[in-house]
């Protein structure tokens, strides 16, 4: 059974002292954004490894099986198996994957699964296609389908298109999380490498709308002098 050859071969990567190191950098402390999140101490490149190995044959039930597993790096292969079916795939197959992405946004429950999988699915998805789900999800309770919004958006912007990104991110001016500041910042600094002047005209507008964390993350790579002018800017927060 291949889900079970699967799971034996990322058992074999397993390694408990980084599993821990793992559980400390992904918050899963109580109360944490990543609660309760089991690790088996797997490295990116290992996970790389079986998903290469197995996208071909993984079929959407297996891909569920993983998704639906307590092991964070269970979910992680998921995803990274999705993400080289999608661009080998027919229109229909794509389809079907997009939609299976969507059914099972819980499951991808925290910053990392979100950033390797939302540009590569969703965002490759609906560069060709109508774009409101991502303004629902921008809305969503759920912390996990308001990154999926922004992150998205990064096809778009690696495309030359940055109107959704500016939206988006003005939607989420007022979100509570860290996690949602960082990732609208990062969104905002690569519309600002494509259009700068995009980019100032959003800072200007809201600037004492802005969290500090997403001001931080989307002036990151301003020359220096005018970066510190941005900080030392009175605010409002």
């Not at 059974?1 to 071969?9: A, D, G, H, Q």
């Not at 998921?78 to 080998?88: C, E, G, Q, S, V």
């Not at 494509?194 to 802005?210: C, D, G, M, R």
Request: proline share 3%; charged share 30%; hydrophobic share 40%.
């Amino acid at each position: 059974m291949i889900y079970l050859k699967i799971k034996n071969e990322l058992n074999k990567f397993a390694d408990k002292k980084q599993a821990k190191n793992l559980q400390r950098y992904f918050k899963t402390g109580k109360g944490q954004y990543g609660e309760d999140d089991v690790f088996l101490g797997l490295r990116a490149a290992e996970i790389k490894l079986v998903a290469r190995k197995y996208y071909q044959t993984a079929d959407l039930d297996i891909i569920q099986k993983l998704l639906h597993s307590v092991c964070h790096e269970d979910r992680v292969l998921a995803l990274r198996i999705l993400t080289y079916k999608f661009p080998k795939a027919n229109e229909t197959e794509q389809k079907k994957i997009y939609n299976f992405y969507l059914k099972n946004t819980t499951r991808i429950n925290n910053w990392d699964l979100v950033d390797l999988s939302a540009p590569n699915i969703v965002g490759r998805w609906l560069l060709n296609h109508d774009r409101k789900i991502l303004y629902k999800l921008a809305r969503s309770k759920n912390l996990w389908e308001r990154r999926i919004a922004i992150i998205s958006t990064f096809t778009f912007i690696r495309a030359g298109q940055i109107e959704d990104t500016i939206k988006i991110a003005k939607i989420l001016l007022s979100d509570q999380h860290d996690l949602i500041h960082k990732a609208v910042g990062w969104m905002l600094r690569e519309v600002g490498k494509k259009n700068l002047p995009a980019l100032e005209q959003f800072l200007k507008t809201h600037y004492y709308k802005i969290p500090r964390t997403m001001l931080r993350y989307a002036i990151e790579k301003f020359p220096e002098a005018k970066r510190k002018k941005y900080l030392k800017m009175p605010v409002q927060w």
